[in-house]
């Protein structure tokens, strides 16, 4: 009986090791602070997004012109307000968000959801929208492969800059 039993644990153990687990993620995930020091514990905005790469491919295919994009890969991205912020002339309230965008020629708008938990725009309703800006779009020198947030800023007063290939964006925001 104690083989018996022995034998049913070795091979339950065994089938147990024999998952086939998948690779990386294409668009890993990713999440950018502010304030962007570790020490700094009093958070104000946390965004979660994924990152696409463009691997080639043309960033104009992949995020074209007057269509809304979710701002990354995958769920659509989320933005997270300890504390309410002002954006263009709107004030979001502290809550959870979605970020998406609209790109125009020469400029995109950046656009603030009440929508969350969503995967990609497919399900995007401009009805739930909270805020609009509309940022200048520049060309850089430097080529970024993968698409990336960063923050910069001193107190009150923020910058959100988004990035892929050679386009960049800079989104001003004011904690309030």
């Known amino acids: 009986m104690k083989k018996l039993f022995f034998l049913l644990l070795l091979a339950t153990a065994t089938l147990t090791q024999a998952q086939d687990f998948r690779g990386l993620d294409k668009s890993p995930m990713d999440r950018v602070f502010y304030p962007t020091s570790n020490r700094e514990t009093d958070k104000a905005i946390v965004i979660t997004y994924s990152r696409p790469q463009l691997k080639g491919r043309n960033l104009e295919t992949l995020v074209p012109t007057y269509k809304i994009w979710r701002t990354g890969a995958n769920e659509a991205t989320e933005v997270r307000l300890f504390k309410s ?17 609209y790109p125009k020629e020469g400029t995109t ?28 779009v520049t060309e850089s020198a430097d080529f970024l492969e993968a698409f990336s947030f ?6 009150k007063n923020v910058v959100l800059h988004g990035g892929w290939g050679n386009v960049r964006v800079e989104i001003p925001i004011t904690i309030l």
């Open 85 to 101: 912020i002002k954006i263009g002339n709107s004030v979001v309230k502290a809550g959870t968000y979605t970020m998406y965008s």
């Open 109 to 136: 708008e950046i656009i603030i959801n009440s929508a969350i938990h969503v995967w990609g725009a497919y399900g995007y309703n401009e009805a739930n929208d909270v805020a609009r800006i509309e940022v200048p």
């Open 150 to 155: 960063a923050f910069s800023g001193e107190g």
